[in-house]
């Protein structure tokens, strides 16, 4: 990679989103910088994933930081005691959790002003998304505002760009893109209640929507579903 | 105190200011949760004085969570490599944290949103302050935005509010205020790098600043520093 591409922190997950956004950056031109969170989330299985992911997609470096929103709980996600749902949700489900991408996107922002990377990408998405308020391109905007107020760089330098370049674009049309930019979806996990081989339950929330935007975009669909479940 | 005290979590870093901020957000009749957090400053032995500042100031919990900005490094405060400057600084000086206030309120809205807490209280001041871009009200205020777009209590409940109360004041302000409601100054630290005890280094932005706003609160210093340095 030329000297001279411009720099990003890339969030991942080690799910389809994040992953067709890496691909989506690298194809910009940006030199990537991929980063993950272990945060207490019961699907910890996806951060194999991730470092998979970074890899293939040629991220220049990957890191798994630690999060200590897990202690906080208040999410089906990180909390054992509630059980992730089988049936859709209406509204905001139990699987949101409190602040989630504003914690996330405020550790990628400190992150990139220490590289002096101008760019931040997020897999966000509004449409065929679980109803989480921080996947809107009205908080991705806000967001944006408050990485330029409360920076150095933002101040007395070129700021900070919050790329969510799927934002409103459907699971199908993600999947089309990932699968031309060469994303081997079967190395990424959606689930949130994977089993320990990262097979996925084919009932959560999450499960539902990748299954269905494989359907819709006609491709297979190369999940593993754990068939006993 | 009273089941209906509205709830508040409260930012505290064993410092001055935050101190003041927590005495006044208990005097305005919140019921408060002091948050700090353990991210990789050099100055950890202000972490006690946090505690000691929670208890006194009747905080119901106060919880210490780690943060790994200090593997992302970029700042003499979390960086041994980097020196704490002994002269003013002119612009935004080497102890700056890249985005650290971002990710102690993101982290302050997690909290407030598990606990059902709509206020958020920060020790951020513009006056007296050392040149941080992270403690103007325009940063706060789009903060505040961030915080009622992107959870759902902002969009589905009563929302947050982000208090700075202290960002227009002067230190002698600040010092006349906390010793009205009861702050022991003497058990605050608020030096860059402090030795072991806690005691100040005297030289450092945070102390100048600090032993100038007793000088002009017209009240006689508490604070400890270490005669040998």
Redesign the interface.
């Known amino acids: 990679m030329a000297a001279d591409c411009p720099e990003a922190v890339v969030l991942i997950s080690g799910g389809l989103d994040s992953a067709t956004t890496l691909a989506l950056a690298r194809e910009q031109g940006f030199d990537c910088y991929a980063l993950s969170f272990d945060y207490g989330q019961r699907h910890a299985v996806e951060l194999d994933a991730a470092r998979i992911i970074a890899a293939q997609l040629g991220a220049r470096q990957h ?1 798994v ?5 897990g ?4 999410s089906a996600l990180t909390d054992r005691d509630i059980e992730i749902p089988c049936t859709p949700s209406q ?2 489900p139990v699987t ?8 996330f ?3 990628a ?3 990139a ?2 590289l002096h990377a101008n760019h931040i990408f997020i897999g966000a998405n509004a449409v065929d998304y679980s109803g989480y ?2 996947c ?1 391109p ?2 991705i905007q ?2 944006e ?3 330029n ?4 760089e ?3 330098g070129k700021g900070f760009e919050i790329h969510a370049p799927l934002i409103n674009m459907t699971k199908a049309e993600i999947i089309k893109l990932g699968l031309r930019l060469g994303v081997d979806y079967s190395q990424t996990i959606s689930c949130y209640a994977p089993d320990e081989r990262g097979r996925g339950c084919s009932q959560c929330d999450s499960c539902r929507l990748r299954a269905t935007g494989f359907a819709e975009a006609g491709v297979s669909d190369p999940t593993c579903y754990n068939p006993a479940r």
């Open positions: 890191r930081l630690s999060l200590p929103m202690q906080l709980g208040g509204g905001i949101y959790v409190p602040a989630r991408n504003t914690v996107l405020a550790m922002l400190s992150w002003e220490v308020p921080d809107r009205q908080f806000a967001f505002g408050v990485a107020l409360g920076t150095r933002g101040i007395e």
